[in-house]
């Protein structure tokens, strides 16, 4: 079982820029799918950015392109979220979450970390 | 971009009642649909995968059905803990991911 942990969420004022962590523990995190989902307040889930399996390809939300980006650290086991340009839009939690190889089938889940844009 | 549709919004039932959610897509996903099951203040946890397999862990008192384009999540008895907020995912097709707009199921 991977366990992960995220950081670096916080309040952030509109056009600012943030990054998000997430420290796995476990097997399996160099072989994984890794995405980032958000939750805005009273919201359903929005799926933001994905790396596939071997880190290759990166994939982003039409609502984020441009704006986020995702990379991987394999040695430390850690991926990130750096986010730009932020709008009150963007306020949700952020749950990192892993998938096995070649799927996207949401198994390990963070705790999720807050995102507040705000003035 | 698949639309995954859920029905009901909100399901008020009793414990010990049987639920019955849907999720309908807007093409075929062949049976690669997923149910999430989300208390309040907790992430999201795996429920049923490729339409009809418990992940680890899960009760059997939860089942999945379906293929194509409608699925069902169906909880023969309901217990107090199941009363959650639950999401269909396909990963037929991706990216882009998506979810359906959940099913709250409360207590009547």
């Known amino acids: 079982e991977v366990h992960l942990l995220e950081s670096g969420g916080g309040l952030i004022q509109p056009g600012g820029s943030l990054r998000l962590s997430c420290a796995a523990s476990?097997?399996?995190?160099?072989?994984?799918?890794l995405t980032w989902i958000r939750q805005a307040p009273g919201r359903g889930l929005e799926w933001v950015s994905s790396?596939?399996?071997?880190?290759?390809?990166?994939f982003y939300a039409d609502s984020v392109k441009g704006r986020f980006t995702i990379s991987r650290d394999n040695s430390k086991s850690t991926f990130y979220l750096h986010m730009d340009l932020l709008r009150a839009e963007d306020t949700a939690v952020y749950y990192c979450?892993?998938?096995?190889?070649?799927?996207?089938?949401?198994?390990?889940w963070g705790q999720g970390t807050l995102v507040t844009v705000s003035s | 971009e698949i639309v995954l549709t859920q029905s009901p919004a909100t399901l008020s039932l009793s414990p010990g009642d049987r639920a019955t959610l849907s999720c309908r897509a807007s093409?075929?996903?062949?049976?690669?649909l997923a149910w999430y099951q989300q208390k309040p203040g907790q992430s999201p946890r795996l429920l049923i995968y490729?339409?009809?397999n418990r992940a680890t862990g899960v009760p059997a008192r939860f089942s999945g059905s379906g293929s194509g384009t409608d699925f069902t999540l169906t909880i023969s008895s309901l217990e107090p803990e199941d009363f959650a907020v639950y999401y269909c995912?396909?990963?037929?097709?991706?990216?882009?991911?998506?979810f359906g707009q959940g099913t709250r199921l409360e207590i009547k």
């Open positions: 093409r075929s996903v062949s049976a690669y």
């Open positions: 476990g097997l399996g995190f160099s072989t994984s799918v």
């Open positions: 790396f596939n399996d071997n880190g290759a390809r990166t």
């Open positions: 490729d339409a009809s």
């Open positions: 995912h396909q990963r037929q097709y991706w990216p882009p991911v998506t």
């Open positions: 979450v892993r998938s096995p190889s070649g799927t996207c089938l949401f198994e390990d």
